[in-house]
């Protein structure tokens, strides 16, 4: 029998595949991110052993805590996708190699002075309140253009483009309208000038409206691993 975190990888790689296949993109254009956070070391290694190879985590604590219990498993890469506090920033630059979470200069900058010589640049995504729910983290898109220009400049990273949260909701015209925005904001940096190749959108519930809108990062959690169990934490 396949272990069930086996079982779930394939039907979301089959979800997606039928996503880009309807969107009208090239099979593979879309990374799967898995997103691990709350998960012990064993579900993850299952992942892996599944073909996973993205990980995604919330927490600074618990990817340090994995990191270092993964550290056999080559190719392993590491997405730092949570809130991030200004005096947590260390574990983060010397351990990820892409963090999607990024939402002010002061962020970046200590990621790119805490970044160690011996890695390549830190992947960064720039996150963007597209809702404009007052709760959620992120810029605002007006704030955006100045603060990718800032990131851009900064040493030891590479920005990569945009990460979104949309507002959870069954309307999908209304979700849609949150990813197209992001791409257009995308859009615009990259008609600016800016080197842009990646959109981090989309979650369990949402990938396919993601994918049409022309997400290239979907970070999925629920789909793969299960219901997540916060009581111990
Ligand atoms: C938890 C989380 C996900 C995964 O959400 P699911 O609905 O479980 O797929 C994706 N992105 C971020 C930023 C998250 O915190």
Redesign the pocket.
Known sequence: MDHPISRALTDVGARLAAAEQVAGRPAGSVTLLA?S?TFPEPALRAAYAAGARQF?E?YVQELTVKAAALADLPDLVWHF??PLQSNKTRPVAELAHWVHSVDRLKIAERLAAQRPEHLPALNVCLQVNVSGEASKSGCTPEELPRLARAVAALPRLTLRGLMC?PEPTPDTARQAAQFALLRELRDQLVADGLALDTLSMG???DLEVAVAEGSTIV?????IFGARDYSHS
């Open positions: 997103v956070k995604g919330n996708i949570g949260i979650m369990s519930a970070r999925v959690g629920t789909a």
